[in-house]
Protein backbone atom coordinates (compact mmCIF):
# COMPACT_ATOMS: atom_id res chain seq x y z
CA UNK A 1 0.00 0.00 0.00
CA UNK A 2 1.46 3.33 -1.31
CA UNK A 3 0.60 6.44 0.83
CA UNK A 4 1.37 10.34 -0.18
CA UNK A 5 2.19 13.11 1.97
CA UNK A 6 -0.12 15.67 1.02
CA UNK A 7 1.76 18.67 1.77
CA UNK A 8 4.94 17.62 -0.01
CA UNK A 9 3.52 14.89 -2.37
CA UNK A 10 6.37 12.36 -1.23
CA UNK A 11 5.58 8.71 -1.92
CA UNK A 12 5.82 5.93 1.34
CA UNK A 13 5.02 3.02 2.02
CA UNK A 14 2.48 2.35 4.32
CA UNK A 15 4.63 0.75 6.70
CA UNK A 16 6.70 3.82 6.90
CA UNK A 17 3.78 6.10 7.37
CA UNK A 18 2.95 3.23 10.55
CA UNK A 19 6.11 3.55 11.58
CA UNK A 20 6.55 7.24 11.78
CA UNK A 21 3.17 7.50 13.83
CA UNK A 22 4.34 5.32 16.43
CA UNK A 23 7.86 6.81 16.73
CA UNK A 24 6.06 10.39 16.80
CA UNK A 25 3.84 9.31 20.10
CA UNK A 26 6.09 6.52 21.35
CA UNK A 27 9.82 7.77 21.29
CA UNK A 28 10.91 5.48 24.14
CA UNK A 29 9.77 2.29 23.02
CA UNK A 30 12.73 -0.50 22.12
CA UNK A 31 12.89 -1.73 18.95
CA UNK A 32 11.44 -4.89 19.36
CA UNK A 33 8.16 -2.90 21.17
CA UNK A 34 8.06 -1.18 18.17
CA UNK A 35 7.72 -4.02 15.73
CA UNK A 36 5.00 -5.69 17.90
CA UNK A 37 3.35 -2.55 18.33
CA UNK A 38 3.66 -2.27 14.36
CA UNK A 39 2.53 -5.84 13.52
CA UNK A 40 -0.25 -5.81 15.86
CA UNK A 41 -1.34 -2.62 13.99
CA UNK A 42 -1.25 -3.77 10.53
CA UNK A 43 -3.27 -6.94 11.73
CA UNK A 44 -5.67 -4.80 13.67
CA UNK A 45 -6.39 -3.15 10.45
CA UNK A 46 -6.60 -6.18 8.10
CA UNK A 47 -3.00 -5.21 6.41
CA UNK A 48 -1.93 -8.59 6.90
CA UNK A 49 -3.21 -11.65 7.97
CA UNK A 50 -0.05 -14.01 7.22
CA UNK A 51 -1.13 -16.64 9.48
CA UNK A 52 -4.13 -17.29 7.84
CA UNK A 53 -2.50 -17.53 4.53
CA UNK A 54 0.31 -19.30 5.73
CA UNK A 55 -2.14 -21.90 7.24
CA UNK A 56 -4.13 -22.48 4.22
CA UNK A 57 -0.75 -23.11 2.12
CA UNK A 58 -0.01 -25.54 4.86
CA UNK A 59 -2.98 -27.41 4.64
CA UNK A 60 -3.43 -27.15 0.74
CA UNK A 61 0.30 -28.73 0.70
CA UNK A 62 -0.76 -31.62 3.35
CA UNK A 63 2.50 -29.96 5.76
CA UNK A 64 1.95 -30.69 9.31
CA UNK A 65 2.58 -28.19 11.72
CA UNK A 66 5.80 -29.62 12.87
CA UNK A 67 7.67 -29.73 9.18
CA UNK A 68 6.42 -26.16 8.43
CA UNK A 69 7.76 -25.47 11.88
CA UNK A 70 11.21 -27.21 10.77
CA UNK A 71 11.28 -25.08 7.83
CA UNK A 72 11.14 -22.47 9.80
CA UNK A 73 13.28 -23.50 12.42
CA UNK A 74 10.93 -23.44 15.38
CA UNK A 75 9.02 -25.66 17.25
CA UNK A 76 5.32 -27.06 16.59
CA UNK A 77 4.00 -25.64 19.84
CA UNK A 78 5.37 -22.21 18.57
CA UNK A 79 4.25 -22.85 14.80
CA UNK A 80 1.15 -23.72 16.34
CA UNK A 81 0.55 -20.64 18.06
CA UNK A 82 1.75 -18.52 14.90
CA UNK A 83 -0.84 -20.09 12.50
CA UNK A 84 -3.75 -19.10 15.51
CA UNK A 85 -2.29 -15.80 15.21
CA UNK A 86 -0.91 -15.79 18.60
CA UNK A 87 3.00 -15.11 17.79
CA UNK A 88 3.49 -12.90 14.98
CA UNK A 89 5.54 -13.85 12.06
CA UNK A 90 8.35 -12.53 12.08
CA UNK A 91 9.75 -10.90 8.29
CA UNK A 92 11.97 -13.53 7.88
CA UNK A 93 9.92 -15.84 8.47
CA UNK A 94 7.33 -14.35 6.11
CA UNK A 95 10.20 -14.47 3.55
CA UNK A 96 10.85 -18.64 4.12
CA UNK A 97 7.51 -19.41 3.68
CA UNK A 98 7.15 -17.46 0.34
CA UNK A 99 10.33 -18.96 -0.69
CA UNK A 100 8.65 -22.25 0.50
CA UNK A 101 5.67 -22.23 -0.69
CA UNK A 102 6.50 -20.48 -4.08
CA UNK A 103 4.23 -17.56 -3.27
CA UNK A 104 4.79 -13.64 -3.24
CA UNK A 105 5.14 -11.93 0.10
CA UNK A 106 3.02 -9.32 -0.78
CA UNK A 107 0.33 -12.46 -1.45
CA UNK A 108 0.96 -13.47 2.70
CA UNK A 109 0.77 -10.03 3.64
CA UNK A 110 -2.92 -9.89 2.31
CA UNK A 111 -1.69 -7.30 -0.12
CA UNK A 112 -2.99 -9.15 -3.54
CA UNK A 113 -4.78 -12.29 -3.81
CA UNK A 114 -2.75 -12.85 -6.77
CA UNK A 115 0.02 -15.61 -5.33
CA UNK A 116 2.41 -15.88 -8.05
CA UNK A 117 5.57 -13.72 -7.29
CA UNK A 118 6.59 -11.01 -9.88
CA UNK A 119 10.09 -9.72 -10.50
CA UNK A 120 10.27 -6.70 -12.98
CA UNK A 121 7.08 -7.63 -14.25
CA UNK A 122 7.50 -11.00 -14.89
CA UNK A 123 6.09 -14.17 -12.87
CA UNK A 124 8.51 -15.77 -11.03
CA UNK A 125 8.62 -19.23 -9.82
CA UNK A 126 6.02 -21.23 -11.45
Do not use: W
Amino acid sequence: MICCNSSTGEMFSFTKFISVIILSYMPDYSFVDYSCILIHMMNEIGVTRIFQRVETLRRANRLTQTTLGQVLGVSQATMSKKLRGEIPFSACEVQSCARHFRVSTDYLYGLTDDPAPVLNGEVVCQ
